[in-house]
């Protein structure tokens, strides 16, 4: 055993022999080195900077000429802006137009050439705050595009479908920016970004174009499906907005041209701002009472709910997007979210999930989401989320219209496809949508 150990022994001292003897490495730049053996120890740089940012390096080794650049991995070097020259540390600024990436930050002074680590550049925020843009709008005509931080000389440019840029004229405003759409600008959907500062930044990735907008009121939707063999079933939203304001979700056996009631919901709006259910015939209700808050857009932003059982109502908030879709309902006890969208478009409600194939399927920036009638006559669980929807307080529509619906597969894994084609009427409002064999019929007034 004394021999194997004095083997060992001598093996590892030579090791550490030829380690000791190889050229290795100054120490890294950062605190916790030995100062006696690295001037840089001390030197604490960031791990990160936004582009238009600042840099605040600390180290008191720094002379008044310090001169500071940023070296790509391609070796590419760039000067930086020295700004402040202290006893404890250095400040440059980066400009807001710098690529993104990862930079070696080398320092040069009095002759000398030292490397101070390197510094990720991240893309710069947008500088616009407060964004609001609108939905759509008619050929010809000057929208408006809040936020503050837009500067004078900015421009504003829609890309289409097929990548082709236009650039729509722009001022400033006393909100923000008037934007012209061209009379020329083709019907479509776009996006719009913001050209400043030599940046482009997305203002917005669902922008409908039309020749003319017609506002119409959406009064009643139906949907139909099988019942059986020689009968249909038929589920019914009716809004009235007569006071006081009522809704009522009805369920119809459909024989032929006649329909005979079976049962119904019934909400009336008080005048304690709640909507009741004065009719429960769907034993599956949850919902008793429901009141909501709405900010000056007239967007619902919460929800007070009294649910089933419940002596205290539960809050829910609404959240919405930089470009205003929904993408959240919650409360401190449930989430109902999950709704995404992928070019200004919702591609996923819930469980759902809808394609967007067909360009020319443009929806009327005035017209209801049709989607969202049909999931919200799916599911009369939690009905304060559809209450709004139908009267307008909240929807935003997704600029074009799905062209199938995917839904779990009915036996085994995997999912089911159902394509969906419409009906319009002259204003180009969808007043008939068919997903297989099932259909929703939309009823509007002026």
């Known amino acids: 055993m004394k021999k194997i150990t004095e083997v060992l022994l001598a093996m590892m001292l030579a090791a550490v022999a030829v380690s000791c ?25 960031p791990a990160s900077v936004k582009a238009g940012g600042e840099v605040q390096v600390q180290w008191d080794g720094f002379k008044d000429d310090a001169a500071i650049s ?9 000067m930086m802006q020295v700004k402040i020259v202290t006893a404890y540390g250095l400040t440059f600024g980066v400009p807001i137009d710098f690529p993104t990436g990862v930079y070696t930050v080398v320092l040069k002074q009095q002759g000398e050439t030292m490397e101070l680590g390197s510094i990720k550049v991240d893309a710069p925020d947008m500088p616009v705050t407060g964004l609001k843009v609108p939905a759509g709008a008619v050929q010809g005509e000057v929208v408006s595009i809040d936020g503050i931080g837009f500067k004078d000389g900015c421009k504003v440019i829609a890309v289409g479908q097929d990548g082709t840029e236009y650039e729509l004229p722009a001022e400033l405003s006393v909100s923000g920016i008037s934007v012209t759409i061209p009379e020329t600008l083709a019907e479509g959907t776009y996006q719009l970004y913001l050209i400043q500062d030599g940046l482009r930044w997305l203002l917005s990735s669902s922008f409908s174009v039309v020749a003319e907008v017609v506002v119409k009121t959406l009064e009643r939707v139906d949907y139909y499906t099988s019942y059986d063999d020689e009968r249909l079933l038929r589920l019914t939203w009716e809004i009235s907005r ?87 309902v919650s409360s401190p006890v449930a989430s109902l979210s999950s709704f995404e969208y992928e070019a200004g478009n919702m ?79 002259s204003d ?7 997903l297989g064999s099932d259909k929703v019929e939309y009823f509007y007034g002026e």
């Open 21 to 45: 003897g190889e050229k290795v490495d100054p120490t890294p730049v950062g605190p916790g080195k030995d100062p006696d053996k690295d001037p840089l120890a001390n030197c604490v740089l």
């Open 70 to 78: 940023l070296v790509g991995e391609d070796s590419a070097s760039e």
């Open 242 to 328: 007569e006071e006081p304001v009522t809704l009522t979700l009805s369920q119809f056996i459909v024989t032929g041209d006649d329909a005979e009631l079976d049962i119904y919901d019934q909400y009336v709006l008080g005048s304690d701002g709640f909507f009741e259910l004065v009719a429960d015939g769907f034993e599956e209700s949850n919902n008793m009472k429901m009141s909501y808050t709405r900010d000056d857009e007239g967007k619902v932003i919460l929800a007070d709910v009294l649910r089933y059982g419940k002596k205290e109502t539960t809050p829910f908030t609404w959240t919405y997007d930089q470009d205003g879709f929904l993408t959240d």
């Open 347 to 425: 591609v996923t409600f819930r469980n759902t999930a809808f394609e967007f194939g067909d360009p020319s399927l443009v929806n009327n920036p005035s017209a209801p989401d049709v989607i969202w009638a049909y999931m919200a006559l799916l599911d009369n669980v939690e009905p304060f989320m559809y209450v709004p929807y139908f009267l307008g307080w909240y929807t935003k529509a997704s600029a074009q219209l799905p062209t199938a619906m995917l839904v779990a597969a009915s036996e085994g894994s995997g999912t089911d496809t159902y394509p969906i084609t419409y009906e319009f009427d």
């Open 428 to 434: 180009g409002y969808v007043v008939k949508m068919y």
